[in-house]
């Protein structure tokens, strides 16, 4: 028992590699060259995007901090939607909806394999389903931040130390 709670991840751990994920939704080309929408919507799910490989690539390697990633998101939304103004009524209702948007994304993600599955996926929620000449850039880039994220080591991720290209 002592062991495990030893080995557990901390909560700054999870704001450490969650910082890293934010980085990397920020980066200007994504908006500029893949045509990523430059709105609250077209960013949230680019985060999405990023947070899940994150997730995946820990699955069966460190649970609790999978765990503590989508807490430090679902603060971070709350967070995001207080700073938009809305009120403390509307805050759980809205984040809940984020959440739920989260996982049908993982699920929708996990289970797109392939060049051209993971573009249908990606065109319909970070593009909401319109055509667009980014997506198959995109689409080439989430796919090869996959394979990076395996080749580098789970300690590191875990240390906030990684990179998606």
Excluded at 92 to 119: C, D, I, L, N, W
């Amino acid at each position: 028992m002592i062991l495990r709670n030893l080995f557990k991840p901390k909560p700054a751990q999870a704001e450490a590699v969650y910082a890293v994920i934010v980085a990397a939704t920020r980066q200007p080309s994504f908006y500029t060259e893949l045509d990523v929408p430059d709105t609250i919507d077209g960013r949230f799910d680019l985060l999405v995007v990023h947070l899940w490989l994150i997730i995946a690539r820990l699955n069966g390697v460190d649970d609790p901090l999978r765990q503590q990633l989508i807490d430090v998101f679902c603060v971070d939304m709350d967070d995001n939607i207080r700073e938009l103004g809305a009120g403390d009524l509307g805050v759980s209702k809205k984040v809940r909806h984020m959440a739920e948007a989260f996982q049908g994304r993982y699920v929708a993600y996990e289970a797109a394999p392939t060049h051209q599955t993971m573009m249908a996926a990606l065109q319909r929620n970070v593009y909401a389903g319109a055509a667009n000449s980014g997506v198959n850039e995109l689409t080439d880039y989430v796919l090869a931040a996959k394979a990076r994220l395996r080749e580098q080591s789970a300690e590191n991720i875990i240390a906030g130390k990684f990179v998606f290209r």
